[in-house]
């Protein structure tokens, strides 16, 4: 596994891959930020089981 700073290199690149990919999604598709939304939210529940077993994250907001 990656070390810390490493780990945070590659969240930090993650969320701009994921950032830069939206943005794309919702100039070529018209998509308003609540499809963008919505769509981060139901691939959040893929991993949800995951990530709450890993780094013990509560989503009730």
């Known amino acids: ?31 308003k930020d609540m499809d963008v939304k919505t769509l981060l939210r139901e691939l959040a529940r893929v991993y949800e089981k995951d990530i709450d077993d890993d780094y013990d994250i509560d989503w009730e907001v």
Not at 1 to 29: G, V, W
């Open 1 to 31: 596994m990656a070390n810390p700073d490493q780990k945070t290199i590659f969240l930090e690149q993650a969320y701009d891959e994921l950032k830069a990919i939206c943005t794309n999604f919702q100039d070529e598709s018209g998509a």
